[in-house]
């Protein structure tokens, strides 16, 4: 059978972030995806007005006929969309235990929109717990999750560590917005590896969607976790590399 990749994420209509890249992404690796909507947004390339959480009981209810049907190879976790999704991604998490499973903790959009209720991080935080196989989060996500602030390489080693500790699971923080150089760094349970890349120079939307669905797919590749890093690092510089501007604001992926 099949191996089928599942997105818990968002609708971004321009299919620059959330479940719709998440397919794109999955099916270019030549895995089928299905996506589980957590959210729908009403956004343009420019900023996120509005987000309407589609509610607990839908995303289960999502969720059940789905594996009444197909049986997931790997989870994406990405946009949560609001608090009432949490307690359903616990049970959806512990249902399937053992499943390579990556999650992109996506607090904020890069416009600066809430896109969970920031009181709400901390239960999120402890849904998660020793569920998941990678969490990625960039460094405002990072130093919130640590109590710290991160401006160089090494607050972000001790961050990765506090955070894969709070997790129980490893952690990459994507460090595309360092001041100075462009590092990311992970902290796989017992070392700190970083990976260094150009920094962007163009705008780009979507890239923390990107780079967490083309890692699931290394995953459930059976890569080490090491490798699937840097591979995914590699191809999503490549994709920022291509990205096109649709709109008048930032530049969209498309995993082509
Ligand atoms: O890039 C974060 C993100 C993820 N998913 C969806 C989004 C956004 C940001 O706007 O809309 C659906």
Request: charged content about 25%; overall charge positive; hydrophobic content about 45%.
């Amino acid at each position: 059978m099949d191996k089928v990749l599942v997105s818990i994420a968002g609708f971004d209509p321009s299919a620059g972030a959330g479940v719709l890249l998440d397919m794109a992404v999955f099916r270019s690796f030549g895995f089928p995806g299905a996506g589980l909507l957590t959210a729908a947004t009403a956004q343009n390339s420019r900023r996120v007005e509005a987000v309407r959480c589609l509610g607990g009981p839908f995303l289960h209810r999502q969720y059940q006929i789905l594996v009444q049907d197909v049986a997931p190879a790997g989870i994406k976790v990405g946009m949560l969309g609001g608090k009432e999704n949490i307690p359903v991604l616990g049970r959806i998490l512990d249902d399937q235990r053992g499943l390579p499973i990556v999650v992109d903790p996506v607090f904020r959009s890069s416009s600066g929109r809430w896109l969970i209720e920031k009181r709400a991080v901390p239960s999120y935080l402890d849904r998660i717990k020793g569920r998941i196989t990678l969490l990625t989060p960039n460094l405002d996500e990072a130093a919130l999750i640590s109590g710290r602030s991160l401006r160089r390489p090494e607050d972000m080693k001790e961050a990765a560590r506090r955070v894969a500790e709070r997790l129980a699971a490893p952690c990459l923080i994507k460090g595309g917005h360092l001041a100075r150089e462009a590092v990311d760094v992970l902290y796989d349970g017992e070392r700190c590896v970083l990976f260094r890349h150009k920094k962007k120079a163009k705008d780009v939307h979507g890239t923390g969607c990107f780079l967490s669905s083309s890692l699931l797919c290394y995953l459930v590749m059976k890569k080490p976790l090491v490798e699937a890093c840097s591979l995914a690092i590699d191809l999503t510089q490549d994709a920022i590399h291509k990205a096109r501007r649709l709109g008048k604001g930032r530049a969209v992926l498309s995993p082509f």
